[in-house]
C-alpha cells in the first residue's frame, strides 16, 4: 500500500470513487470462495486436462503476473482499484500471488489454507473499515487480533486446525497487515509472513 495513500481517504483514491471502494471491498470478500473451489474443483479441473492440480495452481499464478504485466505497461487501472495502482503492482496481484504461493505450499492441508486465507479476505477489510472510522491505532490491532483470532477459532471447530494457532495468528496477521510499504501491498504480507510462520510451526503442528 503506498505511503501517500495511507495518510489520504482511501474512498477518493479509488477509481469509481465510493462505489468502486464497495466492490474493492465486496471482491475482497468475495475471495473467501476461493478455498472451496480449490478443494471440491480443483482435482477434476486437473484431470480434465490431463495436468497436476499444482500444475493448475502454478498457471494460474503466472497468468495473474502476466496479465498484471500488461496492465502496468498499459498503465491502466480497473473499476475498484486504486489511482496509484496504475504505476505499481496492484493489491489485486499481490493477493493472487500470495494466494497462488499458499496453495502450492498447503495444497494437502485445508485446515490451514483456509483460515489463512480467510485472514487475508475478511481480515483485510475488517482493518481497513474500523481504520477509516477513526479507531486509533492501539485499538485496531487489538480489535483486528481478536476477529482473525475467532477465524482460526472457527477453523478448529470446522476443520481441526490446531487450536493455539488462533492466539498466534490474531496478531500476527495483523502485525503483517501494519507495515505500510511503497512496493508491495499488505494482501501480500498479510498472507504471505503468516505463510511463513506456518512452514516454521510446520514440525508443532
Known amino acids: 500500500m503506498s505511503e501517500q495513500v495511507e495518510l ?10 465510493f462505489y468502486g471502494h464497495l466492490f ?20 477434476n479441473i486437473a484431470d480434465y486436462f490431463s495436468i497436476t492440480v499444482l500444475q ?4 494460474l499464478t503466472f ?27 496492484s493489491a489485486l496481484a499481490w493477493g493472487g500471488f500470495a494466494i497462488g504461493l499458499t496453495f502450492m505450499t498447503l495444497a494437502e492441508a485445508p485446515e490451514l489454507v483456509w483460515p489463512l486465507i480467510l485472514s487475508l479476505s475478511l481480515g483485510d477489510p475488517f ?12 485499538n485496531v490491532f487489538i480489535f483486528g487480533s481478536i476477529f482473525i483470532a475467532l477465524i482460526w477459532v472457527a477453523a478448529w471447530s470446522q476443520l481441526e486446525t490446531p487450536i493455539w494457532l488462533a492466539f498466534v495468528m490474531g496478531p500476527l496477521c495483523v502485525a503483517a497487515e501494519w507495515p505500510r510499504l511503497r512496493w508491495i501491498d499488505d494482501n501480500a504480507t498479510m498472507l504471505l509472513i503468516p505463510l511463513a510462520a506456518i512452514i516454521l510451526l510446520a514440525p508443532w503442528l
Open 8 to 17: 489520504t481517504d482511501p474512498v477518493k483514491h479509488s477509481v469509481g470513487g
Open 63 to 89: 497468468t495473474i503476473v502476466f496479465a498484471e504485466g500488461i496492465r502496468l505497461k498499459l498503465g491502466i487501472t480497473i473499476f475498484g482499484q486504486r489511482d496509484y495502482e496504475s504505476k505499481q503492482v
Open 24 to 43: 474493492r471491498r465486496g471482491f475482497h470478500i468475495g475471495m473467501s470462495i476461493i478455498p472451496f473451489i480449490f478443494f471440491e474443483y480443483s482435482k
Open 127 to 138: 482493518l481497513g473499515e474500523i481504520r477509516r472510522k477513526g479507531v486509533e491505532s492501539k
Open 56 to 59: 493448475v495452481v502454478s498457471f
